[in-house]
């Protein structure tokens, strides 16, 4: 079993930033993979941004250029920088991680992006 502890969320105003932060229980170096998806009510969770064992990223179209994604083996995180901000970002947003073929899912942030 895998907890992941998320942090970082708020209410921004559009144009601002935030840095989403996932710390798993277990060393990064057994993950295969992790990502962060978002939900915004009455909708589908979607994929955000993914980062791979070996670094490599993907991102929804709707986010390539403001957000980015990484991983610090050191602090055993994965970071989603997020700037300019827009009110089409505001959505519960879940930190994910494979491992060993089985997904493991965070308790989710809200961010929150109004004037």
């Known amino acids: 079993q895998v907890q992941l502890r998320e942090s970082g969320g708020g209410l921004v105003q559009p144009g601002d930033s935030l840095r989403l932060s996932c710390a798993p229980s277990?060393?990064?170096?057994?993950?295969?993979?992790m990502g962060w998806y978002r939900r915004d009510p009455g909708k589908q969770r979607e994929l955000v941004a993914t980062i791979t064992s070996a670094g490599d990223t993907n991102y929804a179209d709707s986010v390539k250029g403001r957000f980015t994604i990484s991983r610090d083996t050191a602090k055993n995180t994965v970071a989603l920088q997020m700037n300019s901000l827009k009110p089409e970002d505001t959505a519960v947003y879940y930190c994910?991680?494979?491992?060993?073929?089985?997904?493991?899912w965070g308790q989710g942030t809200q961010v929150t992006v109004s004037s």
């Open positions: 994910k991680v494979r491992r060993y073929g089985y997904n493991y």
């Open positions: 277990v060393s990064m170096f057994t993950i295969d993979d």
